[in-house]
């Protein structure tokens, strides 16, 4: 379905979709890089109309269970009966249209949207099936807010916040949805760059880095490049001119204007990071993805020689990259020091997150122990802030 739908947009023949190239480097195939074609994917015309699409194929084999049903139903019908009425559809019937009458513009609004509309449709496709939409950057919709109000707010065994009442716990939710609907982390900037970073946990790592002093920060997921760059003024701030920071990802951080990296969550960084006078003295960027040997292996190269190390894990918030990402990164940490998986918060709101690759990691791990000390009421990160407290 989507390897027709995209032929249809780009007016080619299904044939000629490649299934494992870029969906950026179908629309721009001049692009001299897969960075130069997803910068000019977001300026597109055509981009908005492929995320409605891939909202609606996705919805169409999306499926879940039904609260005391017993079976399974499309999400996306769920979204449908909850605003127009209309019956839950069996499992025989998935692959069908999904909420009869609406347009792609509306389902889209309905179940949310996948967060990397340019990368290749087989990824996608398996992204949707697997985990749905709602592991992504969820738009507070009536059907996604009513999952949520229903199965993971009023359940004890989803109390995630470090508070004493269930009822403590909702509030923090329930301002929880309202900072993620708000998109408040994409207003936040720091020293003019794009940052993204929960104020709450900013000043837990902050204190974290002042008391543990290490010399080397690992960072996976840097996009705009402002959490380098606050973190390498807290190195600055707190007298440790010899620390590094070394920050991973997959595309450069982007700027306003900038037209060959991805521009992260619909924000540009504003101001290019890499030229801050902090980044220039602390900061090495790594492009890769932070589960592959040659970008381990510069890690764990600069990691060795007994330097104190800590870890922020701040990608791919999936379940099997981030449970990849602590098995590969976190026993580089040192006595003392932490492993932080960062926006633990997402697995409430999901089936799959990092809060279960957590919890396996800690089965496994005997010498690290989960720090709940660290998160100062509302967290983006119940759960995750992990110390290492031996060695095996």
């Given at each position: 379905d989507l390897k027709v739908e995209l032929a249809k947009l780009l007016n080619i023949e299904p044939s000629a979709v490649d299934i494992k190239k870029p969906v950026s480097m179908h629309f721009s195939p001049n692009s001299k890089s897969t960075d130069e074609a997803a910068g000019a994917f977001i300026k597109d015309?055509?981009?908005?109309?492929?995320?409605?699409t891939l909202s609606f194929v996705m919805s169409k084999y999306m499926i879940m269970e039904k609260p005391g049903s017993g079976g399974q139903v499309a999400v996306s019908t769920l979204a449908c009966a909850d605003s127009n009425g209309k019956e839950y559809k069996s499992v025989s019937e998935i692959g069908g249209e999904p909420c009869p009458g609406m347009s792609k513009e509306e389902v889209?609004?309905?179940?949310?949207?996948?967060?990397?509309p340019f990368i290749g449709i087989e990824t996608i496709a398996h992204d949707a099936l697997?985990?749905?939409?709602?592991?992504?950057?969820?738009m507070m919709q009536q059907g996604f807010g009513h999952w949520l109000k229903t199965t993971r707010m009023f359940n004890e065994s989803w109390k995630t916040f470090d508070v004493e009442t269930a009822d403590q716990d909702h509030v923090l939710l329930?301002?929880?949805?309202?900072?993620?609907?708000?998109?408040?982390?994409?207003?936040?900037?720091?020293?003019?760059?794009?940052?993204?970073q929960n104020p709450f946990d900013i000043m837990a790592i902050a204190n974290i880095i002042y008391e543990t002093k290490p010399d080397l920060l690992i960072e996976t997921g840097t996009a705009n490049g402002g959490s380098a760059v606050l973190w390498s003024s807290i190195f600055e701030l707190s007298g440790l001119h010899s620390s590094k920071v070394i920050t991973i990802d997959i595309t450069k951080p982007s700027i306003e204007n900038d037209t060959t990296g991805y521009v992260w969550w619909q924000e540009a960084g504003r101001e290019n990071p890499t030229q801050k006078p902090?980044?220039?003295?602390?900061?090495?960027?790594?492009?890769?993805?932070?589960?592959?040997?040659?970008?381990l292996d510069q890690v764990r190269k600069a990691a060795s020689g007994g330097k104190k190390v800590m870890v922020l894990l701040d990608s791919n918030h999936g379940y099997d990259h981030v449970y990849r990402e602590m098995m590969s990164l976190c026993p580089l940490v040192t006595l003392g020091s932490y492993c932080i998986v960062?926006?633990?918060?997402?697995?409430?709101?999901?089936?799959?997150?990092?809060?279960e690759a957590v919890h396996w990691f800690m089965d496994l791990h005997p010498d690290f122990e989960i720090d709940r000390s660290r998160e100062l009421m509302y967290t983006h990160h119940p759960m995750g802030y992990v110390r290492r407290v031996k060695y095996l």
């Open positions: 015309p055509r981009h908005a109309e492929w995320m409605s889209h609004g309905k179940i949310g949207f996948h967060a990397l697997k985990y749905g939409t709602c592991t992504k950057p969820p329930l301002f929880d949805m309202l900072y993620e609907k708000l998109k408040i982390f994409s207003k936040q900037y720091w020293l003019g760059v794009a940052t993204m902090t980044w220039k003295k602390y900061v090495t960027f790594i492009q890769g993805s932070s589960t592959d040997k040659s970008v960062e926006d633990t918060k997402m697995s409430r709101w999901s089936s799959d997150g990092p809060l």
